[in-house]
């Protein structure tokens, strides 16, 4: 025995047990602890957790309805729905998502509006989708692609439908166009509408009937993998697809009217002064939709927003010009029927005309005068310095109130986005907007539709309707037989005078436009077996300095006068509608006119001898 070792066994044994039952008292609690976890979990947190547990099994995914087809009057397809191959990326399959793009784009040129908006998705989307990079392939960049697939993973070339427009640029401004949804757009509206599509209707109809045109979402239950890859489909809602639409346009007079404007600048409104349908609603330039829906690069489009003739703008509902002598068949009416003038009283007119102590002198578009000139002779002569004694006499307000009743300087009505107001000046418009007083001379100039005076053609339209319809408003609408469906009603009441006779007078003035020794239009009378009541107007661009001449030719071509003609025939029964707006086109009766009767004639030669008017494709 080592005498230099002492154990205290009984100490030992004592601090053994005490650690013993340190030990285990700390595993009980654990254990208490664990069990008191456990059942936590399995009671008060089971719903919870139950429910993220099939999350994580099934995915919802949004399934995008088809857009509804539009078509016109005839039946005659305007806009539908084409099959079209789209490529994808899965960015998650994808180490080198630059790399990638790069070597795709010596395949399919691949833009940078096409790789913006591909990043902009991404951000929106989670790592396993397919993200859409290009949505339109050709046959050829399809074989491509299926050639260097090996190369290429997480890419895919996937079958969707793409918006096509059978007639090309025939009717775009009012047929309008679909494109890819942007960032502004989605949070203007509810996501959850557009979760599976990603273009929307841009303008026109297509913006205007949006919601009846895209449809209602559907939405599949999707099995997936832990990794959240789709393995089945469990269930499915199918989408509701958008609505068709059957338009009052007439592709084929639509046709007839846009190559009636030639290379000009401007627009032709043709509509049933009936019932306010619309046959033909034609702004020049255009474009041509089918581009823009297939994807237009931003540098395409940007172009295409900067050109000088604006081919992107619709002039017939949104071009505000002066309406110049287009308003004196209105305005002498409502002089009469004010009581400033009467139907036979004479207007000596010496081409001149003055205001007592004002040094400026009006004149007339006839520099030697009309000589004495009655109501009639005054609208189908369209003589200027008529209209400057009766503006003279009824002043500017009153002339406001009558010329607004007819709906000048009031909206159309017409359930398309982007009309534009006209403007029919008052002195409290004036002050209003300028912080000015009302002088005069302007009231002079408003007599022949010039100073701030301004219509666009849909309003010129509407208001000859409401003179064909002998004081009647209509409400030019685009869709057929549901006109009340465009959700509005007519801006303006109809017009009642104590004179009803009145109506019929200033018609037959309109008729004398035209088919009178003297008319300004009398050039487009001849051969016609029908009657046309119209009116010719010539807009001034610029302000000619007193004593100076205007000569066209000495003028830049964008500061030349622009021609205007509205008209309606037959004269005694009104079936059509005619408003011609061209930019810088000179002289009404010499541009103008001619292009109202080509459309004329067009639709009434449709009624009469049952010809099939644009009924041939494209």
Same mark, same amino acid.
């Given at each position: 025995?080592? =005498?230099?070792?002492?154990?205290?066994?009984?100490?030992?044994?004592?601090? @053994?047990?005490?650690?013993?039952?340190?030990?285990?008292?700390?595993?009980?609690?654990?254990?208490?602890? =664990?069990?008191?976890?456990?059942?936590?979990?399995?009671?008060?947190?089971?719903?919870?957790?139950?429910?993220?547990?099939?999350?994580?099994?099934?995915?919802?995914?949004?399934?995008?309805?088809?857009?509804?087809?539009?078509?016109?009057?005839?039946?005659?397809?305007?806009?539908?729905?084409?099959?079209?191959?789209?490529?994808?990326?899965?960015?998650?399959?994808?180490?080198? *998502?630059?790399?990638?793009?790069?070597?795709?784009?010596?395949?399919?040129?691949?833009?940078?509006?096409?790789?913006?908006?591909?990043?902009?998705?991404?951000?929106?989307?989670?790592?396993?989708?397919?993200?859409?990079?290009?949505?339109?392939?050709?046959?050829?960049?399809?074989?491509?692609?299926?050639?260097?697939?090996?190369?290429?993973?997480?890419?895919?070339?996937?079958?969707?439908?793409?918006?096509?427009?059978?007639?090309?640029?025939?009717?775009?401004? !009012?047929?309008?166009?679909?494109?890819?949804?942007?960032?502004?757009?989605?949070?203007?509206?509810?996501?959850?509408?557009?979760?599976?599509?990603?273009?929307?209707?841009?303008?026109?109809?297509?913006?205007?009937?949006?919601?009846?045109?895209?449809?209602?979402?559907?939405?599949?239950?999707?099995?997936?993998?832990?990794?959240?890859?789709?393995?089945?489909?469990?269930?499915?809602?199918?989408?509701?697809?958008?609505?068709?639409?059957?338009?009052?346009?007439?592709?084929? =007079?639509?046709? @007839?009217?846009?190559?009636?404007?030639?290379?000009?600048?401007?627009?032709?409104?043709?509509?049933?002064?009936?019932?306010?349908?619309?046959?033909?609603? !034609?702004?020049?330039?255009?474009?041509?939709?089918?581009?823009?829906?297939?994807?237009?690069?931003?540098?395409?489009?940007?172009?295409?927003?900067?050109?000088?003739?604006?081919?992107?703008?619709?002039?017939?509902?949104?071009?505000?010009?002066?309406?110049?002598?287009?308003?004196?068949?209105?305005?002498? *009416?409502?002089?009469?029927?004010?009581?400033?003038?009467?139907?036979?009283?004479?207007?000596?007119?010496?081409?001149?005309?003055?205001?007592?102590?004002?040094?400026?002198?009006?004149?007339?578009?006839?520099?030697?005068?009309?000589?004495?000139?009655?109501?009639?002779?005054?609208?189908?002569?369209?003589?200027?310095?008529?209209?400057?004694?009766?503006?003279?006499?009824?002043?500017?307000?009153?002339?406001?109130?009558?010329?607004?009743?007819?709906?000048?300087?009031?909206?159309?009505?017409?359930?398309?986005?982007?009309?534009?107001?006209?403007?029919?000046? $008052?002195?409290?418009?004036?002050?209003?907007?300028?912080? &000015? $007083?009302?002088?005069?001379? &302007?009231?002079?100039?408003?007599?022949?539709?010039?100073?701030?005076?301004?219509?666009?053609?849909?309003?010129?339209?509407?208001?000859?309707?409401? *003179?064909?319809?002998?004081?009647?408003?209509?409400?030019?609408?685009?869709?057929?037989?549901?006109?009340?469906?465009?959700?509005?009603?007519?801006?303006?009441?109809? @017009?009642?005078?104590?004179?009803?006779?009145?109506?019929?007078?200033?018609?037959?003035?309109?008729?004398?436009?035209?088919?009178?020794?003297?008319?300004? !239009?009398?050039?487009?009378?001849?051969?016609?077996?029908?009657?046309?009541?119209?009116?010719?107007?010539?807009?001034? %661009?610029?302000?000619?300095?007193?004593?100076?001449?205007?000569?066209?030719?000495?003028?830049?071509?964008?500061?030349?006068?622009?021609?205007?003609?509205?008209?309606?025939?037959?004269?005694?029964?009104?079936? *059509?509608?005619?408003?011609?707006?061209?930019?810088?086109?000179?002289?009404?009766?010499?541009?103008?006119?001619?292009?109202?009767?080509? %459309?004329?004639?067009?639709?009434?030669?449709?009624? &009469?001898?049952?010809?099939?008017?644009?009924?041939? $494709?494209?």
């Amino acid at each position: 025995m080592d =005498l230099g070792t002492f154990r205290d066994t009984p100490r030992e044994r004592q601090v @053994v047990r005490r650690r013993l039952l340190i030990a285990g008292v700390i595993g009980a609690l654990l254990c208490l602890l =664990l069990a008191g976890r456990i059942a936590y979990l399995q009671t008060a947190r089971y719903d919870h957790f139950a429910a993220q547990s099939q999350d994580n099994r099934v995915r919802i995914a949004s399934v995008a309805p088809t857009r509804g087809i539009i078509r016109d009057r005839e039946g005659r397809v305007l806009a539908d729905n084409q099959p079209a191959f789209r490529l994808t990326i899965v960015p998650e399959r994808v180490d080198d *998502l630059s790399g990638l793009l790069d070597q795709l784009d010596d395949l399919v040129d691949i833009s940078a509006a096409e790789r913006a908006a591909f990043r902009d998705a991404r951000q929106r989307s989670r790592g396993f989708q397919a993200i859409p990079l290009k949505r339109q392939l050709s046959e050829a960049a399809v074989a491509r692609i299926a050639a260097n697939r090996h190369r290429f993973p997480g890419v895919e070339v996937q079958p969707h439908l793409i918006r096509h427009y059978p007639y090309g640029p025939i009717g775009a401004h !009012a047929i309008g166009y679909v494109g890819r949804i942007s960032e502004s757009e989605l949070r203007s509206r509810d996501r959850r509408a557009y979760r599976g599509s990603s273009v929307i209707g841009k303008t026109g109809l297509e913006k205007a009937y949006e919601r009846r045109l895209r449809g209602e979402m559907g939405s599949e239950r999707i099995e997936t993998n832990a990794l959240g890859r789709p393995i089945d489909v469990i269930e499915r809602d199918p989408p509701t697809p958008g609505e068709d639409l059957t338009l009052t346009l007439d592709i084929g =007079l639509q046709r @007839v009217a846009e190559q009636s404007l030639g290379d000009y600048r401007g627009a032709i409104v043709a509509m049933d002064p009936r019932d306010g349908a619309i046959l033909a609603l !034609a702004s020049q330039p255009g474009f041509d939709p089918n581009a823009i829906s297939a994807g237009l690069d931003r540098q395409t489009f940007e172009t295409l927003s900067r050109d000088p003739d604006q081919p992107l703008y619709n002039r017939a509902i949104s071009g505000r010009y002066p309406p110049g002598s287009v308003i004196k068949p209105f305005l002498g *009416l409502a002089g009469v029927a004010d009581g400033a003038m009467t139907p036979d009283e004479e207007i000596h007119c010496d081409g001149t005309f003055r205001l007592p102590n004002v040094s400026r002198v009006w004149r007339d578009w006839k520099r030697e005068g009309h000589g004495d000139v009655d109501l009639n002779e005054a609208i189908a002569e369209s003589c200027d310095v008529y209209y400057y004694e009766l503006a003279d006499r009824m002043g500017i307000d009153r002339m406001h109130d009558w010329m607004t009743r007819f709906g000048f300087g009031v909206d159309s009505g017409l359930a398309l986005p982007g009309e534009r107001q006209g403007v029919m000046p $008052s002195r409290a418009w004036k002050q209003r907007n300028r912080g &000015e $007083s009302w002088y005069r001379g &302007e009231t002079i100039n408003t007599g022949i539709g010039q100073g701030f005076t301004l219509a666009t053609p849909i309003q010129m339209a509407t208001s000859t309707a409401m *003179l064909a319809n002998r004081g009647a408003p209509i409400v030019p609408h685009l869709l057929a037989g549901r006109p009340d469906s465009d959700g509005a009603t007519a801006p303006v009441g109809p @017009v009642r005078l104590e004179d009803e006779t009145l109506w019929q007078t200033t018609i037959d003035a309109m008729v004398d436009v035209v088919h009178g020794e003297r008319g300004t !239009a009398r050039a487009i009378g001849e051969d016609l077996d029908y009657r046309i009541a119209g009116k010719t107007g010539t807009a001034q %661009v610029i302000g000619i300095a007193q004593g100076e001449e205007y000569d066209e030719a000495a003028i830049d071509a964008r500061h030349r006068d622009h021609a205007l003609f509205t008209a309606f025939a037959p004269a005694t029964s009104p079936r *059509l509608v005619v408003t011609v707006l061209v930019e810088n086109g000179g002289s009404g009766s010499t541009t103008a006119a001619p292009m109202a009767r080509r %459309v004329i004639d067009a639709w009434m030669n449709r009624e &009469e001898q049952g010809s099939e008017l644009g009924r041939e $494709s494209r």
